[in-house]
């Protein structure tokens, strides 16, 4: 069974611009789960989607959006973009909605973005 | 406010050491807790987890017990093994108007020499 696979791995941009990153759930798991790591602030939750529609938000301004497909693939998108942004982007895929491990999440392996 | 509070690292073993990584927590109300850890090269995985006071979580001879009274959740593993070299986050999810709250420790990296 494929894992979650999230497309491109690597990305550079330059501040100001925006940027769109995706995220191919395991076959027949319906939530996707994003998530930033930075050297500095570690991992932070960036929100959670299930059957296309947002059900948990962390704390990240609205620059930061996504979405989810019927298909359960998932876009995550951030619009003019700081040199903060620079981030390994994590996605994770599950059965069923939440993210209180009743269901095991499974991680992706990121999308690495430089800001320049 | 939420928050987790791990032991920083790095920190470096030998194997078949004995392995404390100490993780405590504040939250508003009674939070799920977590272990995750991530391997070099691979994505974050699962570690073991524990939804309510006493519990104990387990995984791969890794424990961890949810102390209400101490707010702690600290990892421990009795004889490490050099492939247990990654980083390992605590984490807590707690439930707060319908909304889920997902906050991570900052990570403690772990290497075991042979």
């Known amino acids: 069974k494929a894992g979650v696979t999230q497309t491109p791995r690597y990305l550079i941009k330059t501040r100001g611009q925006q940027v769109t990153l995706s995220c191919s759930p395991i076959?027949?798991?319906?939530?996707v789960s994003w998530y930033q790591q930075t050297p500095g602030q570690g991992l932070q939750f960036l929100f959670e989607?299930?059957?296309?529609?947002?059900?948990n938000k962390g704390n990240f301004p609205g620059r930061f959006s996504g979405r989810q497909f019927s298909n359960s693939r998932s876009e995550m998108n951030v619009s003019t973009l700081e040199l903060g942004d620079s981030a390994l982007y994590l996605c994770?895929?599950?059965?069923?909605?939440?993210?209180?491990?009743?269901?095991?999440?499974?991680f992706g392996p990121g999308t690495r973005l430089t800001v320049l | 406010g939420n928050s987790v509070t791990q032991m920083e690292g790095p920190v470096t073993l030998s194997e078949e050491a004995f392995l404390t990584i100490n993780c405590t927590y504040t939250?508003?109300?009674?939070?799920?807790l977590f272990w995750y850890v991530q391997y070099p090269g691979e994505g974050l995985q699962l570690l073991l987890k524990?939804?309510?006071?006493?519990d104990k979580g387990s995984n791969k001879g890794f424990e961890a017990t949810y102390r209400k009274e101490t707010t702690s959740f600290h990892l421990e593993k009795g004889s490490v093994q050099v492939s247990d070299s990654a980083v390992y986050f605590c984490?807590?999810?707690?439930?707060?108007?319908?909304?889920?709250?997902?906050?991570f420790g900052k990570g403690t990296k772990l290497t075991v020499n042979p």
């Open positions: 989607y299930f059957s296309e529609t947002q059900r």
């Open positions: 994770a895929s599950s059965l069923g909605p939440g993210l209180a491990g009743t269901d095991t999440q499974y």
């Open positions: 984490a807590l999810i707690i439930t707060q108007g319908g909304s889920e709250k997902l906050v």
């Open positions: 076959s027949g798991h319906r939530s």
């Open positions: 524990a939804t309510k006071a006493d």
């Open positions: 939250a508003t109300g009674y939070p799920s």
